[in-house]
């Protein structure tokens, strides 16, 4: 997904369902949330981090960044607890919102900015929190914006951010339930080198068991030339229920065609992660011959859809972790949190710039 799509899906979600979008427990969708009920939740999580930094002898410092402030609701928590904070978000809808539910004065001010460059100088913060936000990006948006969030923060500063590192895979599935049939619905003829294309892709679990949601069955792709594979994959979409057997449901995948021109096969297959391609189970693939032609590859603008729900994006710890030592900073401590929900062990980071 790029940056374009990513700001069109929260400025959308920012105008539809704003509470939801932010804190999105299943029943409180289509305007569930009571307002100081939601702004609450933000009150509960400032006061969990501030338990977390007391048990380790930390502080965050007067001048915070709060990175995806969304409508505001830790922002204005945190500066009821004494700190300037200065909330950043992609979506100017959820800006907005945030600065009309501002109740914290001049403690707290609220930006939007443009998905890739935290407009605010080196070392501006004393400190930078970001609490339930990378997990909905992207992979190479969350590297940019962890390294945003360390650039913008002063030396001995502290950066708080929470993450959710895997799945919570509940067990293997056996080989005889890992088998599906695959059917695209929408099949593109060419793809321009480096762009991207939406597949609408028809899965049928064909095993002998319940494919639970939230174990870890993802739709992902392989890029072929040959016999030889040039991109394990690009995208991943997951299920969004759980699927019996000779039960079908449609998962849409953003792929991203190779930089060079040519005749490709796209290659579609189920992955139970940290688990098995489904192909290795013996489960048959989907494959199409794709050509991808030169030109200038120009974003593929599609509407928003908030009702296919919130993407959830893992970020390995071993990431996190040479991310931070590259940028020259250092991993104090890591908490286990419930953040991310019950499919993802989530922990939140204490990082000294």
């Known amino acids: 997904m790029s940056v374009e799509r990513l700001r069109a899906v929260w400025e959308e979600m920012g105008t539809r369902d704003p509470l939801w979008a932010v804190f999105s427990e299943p029943d409180r969708r289509n305007g569930g949330w009571e307002f100081e009920e939601f702004m609450a939740t933000g009150v509960r999580n400032a006061a969990w981090l501030h338990r977390k930094l007391a048990d380790n002898g930390l502080e965050l410092g007067e001048r915070l960044l709060d990175f995806g402030c969304g409508v505001g609701r830790l922002s204005c928590a945190l500066a009821e607890r004494g700190h300037r904070v200065t909330g950043v978000d992609i979506s100017r809808s959820m800006v907005a919102l945030a600065r009309r539910y501002n109740r914290a004065g001049a ?10 460059t935290l ?8 400190g930078a929190v970001s609490l339930v936000v990378l997990q909905h990006l992207p992979p190479p948006i969350q590297v940019t914006a962890l390294v945003e969030m360390l650039r913008v923060v002063a030396s001995g500063g502290l950066v708080v951010l929470q993450v959710p590192v895997a799945p919570r895979v509940p067990g293997p599935l056996p080989e005889s339930a890992s088998r599906a049939q695959l059917r695209v619905l929408a099949v593109p003829e060419h793809i321009l080198a480096g762009q991207t294309a939406m597949l609408r892709v028809e899965v049928t679990n064909r095993g002998d068991a319940v494919w639970p949601a939230g174990c870890g069955i993802l739709l992902g792709n392989h890029w072929r030339s040959g016999q030889r594979m040039l991109v394990q994959d690009d995208g991943r979409a997951g299920l969004t229920h759980a699927v019996e057997p000779g039960a079908a449901t449609v998962l849409e ?4 065609a190779p930089e060079r021109p040519g005749n490709y096969v796209l290659e579609l ?22 050509e991808v032609t030169e030109g200038a590859s120009e974003p593929v603008e599609r509407p928003a859809d908030p009702d296919g729900g919130i993407e959830m994006h893992p970020m390995p710890d071993s990431l996190v972790r040479e991310l931070v030592q590259h940028c020259g900073a250092r991993v104090l401590c890591a908490v286990q949190d419930n953040f991310a929900g019950e499919p993802w062990h989530s922990r939140t980071y204490l990082i000294r710039r």
Do not use: I, N
Request: charged share 30%; no cysteine.
């Open 107 to 116: 403690r707290a001010e609220f930006h939007a900015y443009d998905g890739r």
């Open 119 to 126: 407009p605010f100088e080196d070392g501006a913060f004393d």
């Open 253 to 256: 995948l953003e792929v991203t």
């Open 269 to 290: 297959d189920l992955v139970q992660e940290l688990v098995r391609w489904f192909a290795d189970a013996g489960s048959p693939v989907a494959r199409l011959e794709v």
